[in-house]
């Protein structure tokens, strides 16, 4: 498959829009990405002609999984932070890692719409021997950038003791209280997350 674009950038942004208006949609489409040419917001774009086009652009997001698989083994991180510190986190994240874990790579995707990025961290075999200290590492940055350590696939036990370290002491209690109140007789999970 032929790229769609070159792959230096520091970041790229896969979008998908549907308009009202099919008769005029392109060429507003058109006219907002030339704004954000002009404007330096972004380098260069990429704009599906055909459905295999656009079918082809979806591979790419679509196979970010594999590329993480060969990098085995991972850390894998679901977190959230404001959109307009995504790309400041996705720098930063990069900066932190390296100073940390030197020769590490990292790989961060995500849905903007929804504020969630996804991260893959690899450093080297040894890499889940190192699963808290890279955790913590991603964590602290997402929560100078005010965001939260969980987004689309919640705390799980393997978050449980970040939760702690995390979130505000009313933010735990209040978590509490609506555990209780949903379950009073402390039959789902029990002691598993929320105590």
């Not at 404001?82 to 849905?111: D, I, K, N, Y």
């Not at 939260?148 to 509490?176: C, D, F, N, T, Y």
């Amino acid at each position: 498959m032929r790229r769609p674009r070159s792959t230096d950038a520091g970041a790229y942004v896969l979008m998908e829009a549907e308009g009202g208006d099919p008769d005029r949609d392109a060429d507003r489409f058109e006219a907002m990405l030339e704004t954000l040419l002009e404007d330096g917001l972004i380098d260069d774009a990429a704009i599906a002609q055909s459905h295999a086009e656009r079918e082809a652009i979806w591979l790419i997001r679509n196979d970010i999984p594999y590329f993480g698989s060969r990098w085995r083994p991972t850390v894998s991180l679901d977190v959230s932070v404001p959109l307009r510190q995504m790309p400041a986190f996705a720098r930063e994240l990069r900066t932190a890692l390296a100073a940390r874990f030197p020769g590490s790579r990292s790989c961060v995707f995500g849905h903007a719409a929804d504020n969630n990025l996804h991260i893959a961290v690899n450093w080297g075999p040894d890499t889940r021997k190192h699963a808290h200290e890279i955790s913590e590492c991603v964590y602290e940055l997402v929560m100078r950038l005010h965001g939260s350590i969980s987004a689309e696939h919640g705390i799980g036990l393997e978050k449980r003791e970040s939760l702690k370290r995390h979130k505000q002491p009313v933010a735990l209690a209040l978590m509490r209280e609506m555990k209780g109140l949903l379950d009073p007789q402390g039959v789902l999970n029990p002691g598993k997350v929320v105590s």
